[in-house]
């Protein structure tokens, strides 16, 4: 079955520091998603992608985040000055055609933040 | 707002018998979706199941089913003949009412999660 990927699996970096988070959706998938994960908590939404442009975001994606698909496969996460409280798995979605309910998630990207 | 409710943060099963993994939710759409899926020690989060409000049969997929109970807003996880490979986390989560481009089909609300330990 096709999958998302994620990578790094694991990302360690200084408190301050701008990080990347890079997603591969799948390949015929129209729409895109960030969520996080602290450890021990539930996994939460951050935002969604669709057309080229943020569709929603929540609370916690906030102006130190953005996303961008640069060259049509690829799906970033960028933080740019990370906080201690950025700690987490950080999970890209995807799926396909509007009206599709699966949700397709990657391994995850386990951020720590020194 | 939406919320799930996962009251169990641990169940043990022995291998072969049925489980059930309980879900509560609260939202206040006229339609929504109900989902699970596992996180196994890895860490990477797998689909199992999906349920519509408006379906009016229980989702079935191989050995998962959901046990929709509209009226008490619960929508419970059975596993039947539990594995070794079970053992994982559970993560019940829903999504609200549809939005016109869609994309509020991937914006999910999730539990806290439900620990399962399959003994052999």
């Known amino acids: 079955e096709p999958e998302v990927t994620q990578t790094p699996s694991h990302q360690v970096t200084q408190m301050g520091q701008e990080v990347i988070l890079r997603c591969v959706p799948i390949?015929?998938?129209?729409?895109f998603y960030w969520y996080r994960q602290i450890l021990g908590q539930k996994v939460e939404f951050l935002v969604s992608?669709?057309?080229?442009?943020?569709?929603?975001k929540s609370e916690i994606f906030d102006d130190q985040f953005s996303v961008e698909r640069p060259d049509g496969s690829n799906f970033t996460l960028k933080i740019r000055s990370t906080k201690l409280e950025d700690s987490a798995m950080y999970f890209c979605?995807?799926?396909?055609?509007?009206?599709?309910?699966?949700?397709?998630f990657g391994s995850g990207t386990q951020l720590s933040v020194l | 707002a939406q919320k799930i409710t996962q009251t169990q943060p641990g169940m043990f099963v022995q291998e072969k018998e049925a489980v059930t993994l309980d879900c509560t939710y609260d939202?206040?759409?006229?339609?929504?979706?109900l989902f699970w899926y596992k996180q196994p020690s890895s860490g990477e989060m797998i689909f199992l199941i999906y349920?519509?409000?408006?379906?009016?049969q229980n989702a079935t997929e191989g050995r998962y089913s959901l046990n929709f109970q509209k009226a008490r807003k619960s929508a419970n996880l059975v596993i039947s003949a539990s594995q070794l490979g079970d053992s994982a986390m559970y993560f019940c989560?829903?999504?609200?009412?549809?939005?016109?481009?869609?994309?509020?089909?991937?914006?999910?609300?999730f539990g806290q999660g439900t620990i399962l330990t399959v003994h052999p």
């Open positions: 989560a829903m999504r609200g009412i549809a939005n016109a481009g869609g994309t509020s089909y991937g914006k999910l609300t």
């Open positions: 939202t206040s759409d006229q339609s929504y979706g």
């Open positions: 349920q519509g409000s408006y379906d009016e």
């Open positions: 979605a995807s799926k396909n055609g509007e009206g599709s309910e699966k949700l397709f």
């Open positions: 992608f669709y057309n080229n442009e943020i569709s929603e």
């Open positions: 390949s015929n998938h129209l729409y």
